[in-house]
């Protein structure tokens, strides 16, 4: 007997609920000290990673950070909107400059990845008139699709064309997030960095944008 929506949705929150009594019993109880130290000691990170919200690319996973490494915020396409000093709603404006200004951080990561929906949709004729908010966000990308295409030309294969588009991404979001006066201050002056970083969700390697040699290269050349 299959299940309504209603069930489903149900069965849903036990797995969660499940999931919860795992955590609690097996990797909370095993790191409690560390767990309670955040909570006396307040959060210090000194990462700031701005990431896509989409469900395969979980930050901490795919570096392996603990709970207090990573301020993270997510969202469609990891693009960061040019600096716009007024008082309208700002999420991802209002994370950075907290990330920058409270907590102080020292390292920003743009983290990008293959088979991004968002660099995707660029390419799509046109975006339901009903999702205002997604097609205003996504003409954030529309730069790094322009840059592709004058790149590979317009007869490149798809493919080629969306890799090239999600890490052209990554730079032009570099770009808007230096446009931020105290971003820009702090990156001149060597106390604060900022890296982009492309996650290949095929092979689990992130690859780091040098700014150099224009290329993306193997992160963990670094460690060479």
Known sequence: M????????????KE?????????????????AHLLSLVKEGQNPRTLFIGCSDSRVIPDLII???PGDLFVVRNIGNFVAPYKPDEDFHSTAAAIEYAVSVLEVSEIIICGHSHCGA????YKSSCQTSMVHTAKW??????????????LGNDAPKEELLRATEQLSIVTQIENLLTYP??????EEEKLFIHGWYYDI???AIDYYDPETYQFRPLSELGD
Do not use: P, W
């Not at 299959?2 to 929150?13: G, K, Y």
């Not at 660099?119 to 660029?122: D, E, P, S, Y």
């Open 2 to 13: 299959s299940l309504n929506a209603a069930d489903q949705s149900v069965q849903r929150l």
């Open 16 to 32: 969660f609920a499940e999931g919860n009594e795992t955590f609690q019993q097996t990797y909370f109880k095993k790191n409690e």
């Open 64 to 66: 392996q950070s603990d």
């Open 119 to 122: 660099i995707a949709a660029l």
């Open 138 to 151: 996504l003409t954030l990308g529309e730069k790094a699709k322009t840059m592709a295409m004058i790149t």
């Open 182 to 187: 105290y971003v820009k201050k702090l990156a």
């Open 202 to 204: 095929e092979t689990g």
